[in-house]
């Protein structure tokens, strides 16, 4: 028996359950830069070719996945933390796949997970260079702009996150699950 389901979108499979962690396997490693590539160089062309620099080789690379079964099996979002000079930490490079943004989570979680990580390992202060159109979305995390700046010729603020909004811990993972919607009754 053949069934026709007319009016169902096509749309992706968006997962339930989402991990936050420090990269830690190779599989995550490549899908962290891959990632990086399709936002920074595909999607935005900030980059030419490649988005890596000299920081890579330093900084400690957080992920987020998405699970199936459990287990997480697609990395869907980025962000990277260094420490710049002692006490003051940074994070970079933060990217959420273009089909998991609806969500809106993903980059908190991946936020919190930065500062909190480099809250833990001693940081005073933490910054980040912002692109402007993602200034409002780190002003409700408790961020604060230092000022404007043009960095890869686009407008960006130097902004400082509120470290008492960020307690300071040692996990190397967290996790995220999406809001279902509620089954809506029909009287």
Known sequence: MTMILEGVEDR???????????????????????LRHEVFCTEQHVFADDDRDAIDATSIPIIAACCMAGMPDRIVGA?????????????????VHEDHRRLGRIGAELIRMAVSTAH?????????QVQE???LFFRRLHWKSLGAL????LPHHDMQADLS??????????????PQPRNRQVA
């Open 12 to 34: 992706p499979f968006i997962p339930t359950e989402y991990v936050v962690r420090l990269a830690r396997t190779p599989w995550e490693r490549a899908g962290y830069h891959a």
């Open 165 to 178: 909004r960020y307690p300071a811990h040692g996990l190397d993972q967290t996790w995220l699950l999406r």
């Open 120 to 128: 833990g390992l001693g940081a005073r202060r933490f910054l980040a």
């Open 133 to 135: 159109q993602n200034v």
């Open 79 to 95: 962000v990277r933390i260094h420490e710049a000079e002692p006490g003051v930490w940074r994070g970079s490079r933060l990217a």
């Open 150 to 153: 043009t960095l890869h010729g």
